[in-house]
């Protein structure tokens, strides 16, 4: 995501009544870099409680996300020692779907 993009979405979350949204700008720009880092992102019970998501991006030819690749779980059935692996899932998936799109 565009530092831009970042800026406004940081905007317009700390507006809206969100359960565990991250608004601190620090904190934002730390996960947004952790989520470059792995390739996906997480959402553990932030957005809606009781739920966890893994996600990462269908991209464009320049790189820019088209949509996303999300696996959703209770979080009483999420296993954080699974992580890693369901995340590298979720991301050769979105790999998967961006090569199709390109090829």
């Known amino acids: 995501m565009p530092v831009s993009e970042a800026e406004e979405t940081m905007r317009s979350a700390h507006d ?8 601190d700008p620090a904190e934002l720009h730390a996960e947004l870099g952790r989520v470059r880092d792995r390739g996906y992102a997480v959402d553990q019970n932030r957005y809606r409680p009781g739920v966890c998501t893994i996600a990462a991006p269908v991209l464009d030819m320049d790189g820019t996300p088209l949509a996303a690749v999300a696996v959703s779980v209770p979080d009483s059935r999420f296993d954080l020692g699974r992580l890693d692996e369901l995340g590298q899932l979720v991301k050769d998936t979105g790999a998967q779907i961006t090569a199709h799109h390109l090829g």
């Open 16 to 23: 809206e009544d969100r359960h565990e949204t991250v608004t």
